[in-house]
């Protein structure tokens, strides 16, 4: 019997809360206990080197924020088209079938508030309560709270670190009768993985075979520095069963705008954008004017917002070369790295919170996504290029004092 949490109102009478809502995390730690304590230290005046959150360390380019500033003072401010401005959703349409070759028109667009939004919008969509959807271990913090949220059942497939955790399709075949769809992300957060054909195509066989649902999180489909991405859309038999999660938050620095899509089959969308009405009830019009003026900048924009990445990944990769004590999941793309340090004989927590009190470096300990990155750290490379090459010295020099 599911457990709700009461609250007390004015009277004293406690109201019922849905276990839906008092259950997102799932109960137990989310994982975020060395951020916290970061921050904690930050706010009392103490200086931490963050390399938690994927954020980046620039701000979004002034261009885009005139063009948002002169689409609102145009008046762009009223309620906007609930599946997104026909301009975007056209500029995304065109994106989404250039860089895949599947035809694809606003009609198989849906604009969101982010790539998060899409993620609950699309469980909720394909998952009736109770259904089960499976997802990769190690994960992006949100996963399983999304799915809860959503009223779908989480079920983890995990993967392995010698395998570079690329997800084995008899796994997610073990787990797939009676589930109603499959979360993938690649490049990965947290392992900065890039699936390869064979995994892909494997994964395409497991949701044909199954009927499932394919929800692709492709938000760092920019950050590739090794292989290519797949977008799994593009596979024989899937455009019909996948739907795409996209986002301007990291291919151009727009955190803090919460614009993103979803692309699927078009009767997909429509009940999405139904879904949408009765939710956000859309994007403001002036961030999807600055979208739309964002993807206009083309690659080479979009190459430069990512320069920093490569840059520290490849000062890393050098590094690291050289380390008995630490290694490194090859780092293919998104702005991260995973770093193994179970030489230490510590678990990734331990050496977070070891870290943070002897070096004020606080990085995410593997265990915050899961089982799987147990005995490893995520870094984010979202420090500026000195600093950045600095700190991670000292975490391998942590963590050679450590394995003695
Ligand atoms: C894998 C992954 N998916 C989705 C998101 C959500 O991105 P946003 O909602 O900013 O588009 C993030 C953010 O860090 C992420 O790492």
């Given amino acids: 019997m599911a457990v709700c ?10 109201m019922q809360l849905s276990h839906r809502i008092t259950n997102i995390t799932g109960g137990g730690s989310d994982g975020w206990q060395v951020f916290y304590k970061a921050r904690a ?10 390399l938690t959150i994927g954020e980046h360390d620039i701000r979004t380019a002034a261009p885009i924020l005139q063009e948002m500033h002169r689409a609102a003072l145009a008046g762009h401010t009223g309620y906007a088209a609930v599946p997104g401005t026909t301009a975007l959703r056209d500029t995304v349409a065109a994106r989404v079938q250039a860089r895949t070759g599947v035809p694809t028109t606003r009609d198989n667009v849906i604009i969101t508030p982010g790539g998060q939004a899409g993620l609950f919008a699309t469980h909720t969509a394909t998952c009736a309560p109770g259904d089960t959807a499976l997802y990769i271990d190690p994960y992006y913090a949100t996963y399983p709270g999304t799915i809860r949220g959503a009223g779908a059942v989480p079920q983890v497939i995990r993967t392995r670190a010698d395998e570079a955790f690329q997800p084995r399709s008899a796994d997610i075949a073990a787990h797939a009768p009676g589930a ?4 993938v992300n690649s490049p990965n957060n947290p392992t900065g993985v890039v699936y390869s054909r064979a995994t892909m195509e494997g994964i395409a066989q497991v949701c044909i075979d199954h009927d499932l649902w394919l929800i692709s999180d492709e938000v760092y489909d920019t ?11 593009a596979l024989p038999g899937m455009a019909d069963r996948t739907l795409v999660i996209g986002s301007m938050s990291k291919s ?13 089959p078009q009767e ?20 999807q004017d600055a979208a739309c003026f964002a993807l206009s900048q083309g690659d080479a924009f979009e190459q430069e917002i990512a320069a920093p990445f490569k840059r520290r990944r490849a000062m890393a990769q050098k590094m690291i070369a050289g380390q008995n004590t630490v290694g490194l999941i090859p780092a293919q793309g998104a702005m991260y790295l995973m770093l193994d340090i179970r030489a230490t004989g510590m678990t990734g927590e331990a050496f977070a919170f ?16 899961g089982t799987s990155a147990a005995g490893h750290i995520r870094v984010a490379m979202t420090i500026e290029d000195g600093a950045f090459e600095a700190a991670l010295r000292t975490v391998c020099a942590h963590a050679e004092t450590l394995a003695g």
Avoid: C
Wanted: charged share 15%; glycine share 12%.
């Fill in 41 to 50: 230290m930050m706010a009392a005046g103490e200086t931490v080197i963050e």
């Fill in 223 to 233: 950050q590739v520095w090794e292989g290519a991405h797949i977008s799994p859309r």
């Fill in 180 to 183: 109603r769809s499959l979360l």
């Fill in 5 to 14: 949490a009461r609250t007390p109102d004015r009277k004293g009478h406690t």
């Fill in 252 to 264: 151009h620095a727009m955190t803090g705008s919460r614009v993103g899509w979803i692309v699927g």
């Fill in 354 to 369: 070891d870290l943070l009190e002897h070096h004020k470096i606080a990085v995410m300990p593997g265990e915050s996504f």
């Fill in 268 to 287: 997909a969308i429509g009940h999405l954008i139904n879904l949408a009405t009765h939710t956000t009830y859309g994007v403001p019009g002036f961030i």
